[in-house]
């Protein structure tokens, strides 16, 4: 039903900055609240932010005031611009669309982060 497709991940150095794209196919994202998670080696799929249908948007405190979480309706397409990097932000990076009680449904296949000191 929707297909998401994770880019932009990469290597940067600390207090680096980069930036993540989400494209989705198969339906439009305008009244879908959108998600991104990561997941470092050995450890839980962590939440890191999301975005309702209208922009409002919510952050965990580990990347609150270095993250930024956008949504471009025309283009069918979620942001994460993330800025200060730090070597305990490297995982692999997934959006995915989120149900009503903000629980991901449709996931990406990833994109790796790594960020050296």
């Known amino acids: 039903q929707v297909q998401l497709v994770e880019s932009g991940g990469g290597l940067v150095q600390a207090g680096g900055s980069l930036r993540l794209s989400c494209a989705a196919s198969?339906?439009?994202?305008?009244?879908?609240?959108m998600g991104w998670f990561r997941q470092a080696p050995g450890k839980e799929r962590e939440f890191i932010s999301r975005?309702?249908?209208?922009?409002?948007?919510y952050y965990a405190d580990s990347v609150k005031g270095r993250f930024t979480i956008s949504r471009d309706n025309a283009k069918n397409t979620v942001y994460l611009q993330m800025n200060s990097l730090k070597p305990e932000d490297t995982a692999v990076y997934y959006c995915?669309?989120?149900?009503?009680?903000?629980?991901?449904?449709?996931w990406g296949q990833g994109t790796q982060v790594t960020v050296s000191s």
């Open positions: 995915a669309t989120l149900t009503g009680q903000n629980e991901p449904s449709y």
């Open positions: 198969g339906r439009t994202l305008s009244n879908l609240a």
């Open positions: 975005i309702n249908w209208y922009g409002r948007t």
